[in-house]
């Protein structure tokens, strides 16, 4: 149990409670001791918003780190959301270690305006949430306008 006044308490943010175990299910935690509330509208809501943007919008790059669970986790939602809705997905997967990963999210970027990707969103981890305004960067030096998630 965490004590003291709450602007001690650590900053923590679980982007799927039921996937991650930490809940039974959204109508019932199985826990007296978690509490909060739910922030993430689902991904069509803004899949709508965005065609209504960008009439044109049907193909999505996504930059994603495998290893990481979160990302993971966002790559799967986002797969299962293009057969559903019936936009072309390009991924780029990121391995190893940090200069590695900025090298392969450069190239993927590059390829992914190759292949007429319409916009480019970056998946979530703790090392791709921290590299926000570098992705940013990257996908603008493209012409490609960039999706991203922060916790800023």
């Known amino acids: 149990m965490v004590r003291g006044h709450p602007d ?3 900053d923590t943010a679980v982007s799927d409670l039921v ?3 930490i809940v039974d299910s959204y109508i019932a935690t199985g826990s007296t001791q978690v509490m909060g509330t ?3 509208m689902p ?3 803004s899949l709508n918003g965005l065609r ?3 009439p044109d919008f049907n193909h999505l790059g ?3 780190e495998p290893q990481a669970d979160n990302s993971l986790r966002k790559f ?3 797969r299962a959301l293009s057969e559903e809705e019936n936009f072309q997905l390009s991924t780029v997967p990121v391995h190893g270690d940090d200069p590695d990963k900025l090298e ?3 190239m993927g970027i590059a390829q992914t305006k190759v292949d007429g990707v319409k916009l480019i969103y970056l998946g979530s981890s703790p090392f791709l949430e921290t590299r926000s305004d570098t992705f940013t960067q990257m996908a603008t030096s493209h012409g490609l306008p960039a999706a991203v998630y922060s916790h800023r």
């Open 8 to 10: 001690d308490w650590p």
């Open 19 to 21: 996937a991650s175990v």
């Open 38 to 40: 739910r922030n993430r």
């Open 43 to 45: 991904k069509v809501v």
């Open 52 to 54: 209504w943007v960008m």
């Open 62 to 64: 996504l930059i994603y």
């Open 76 to 78: 799967e939602e986002v």
């Open 104 to 106: 392969q999210m450069a």
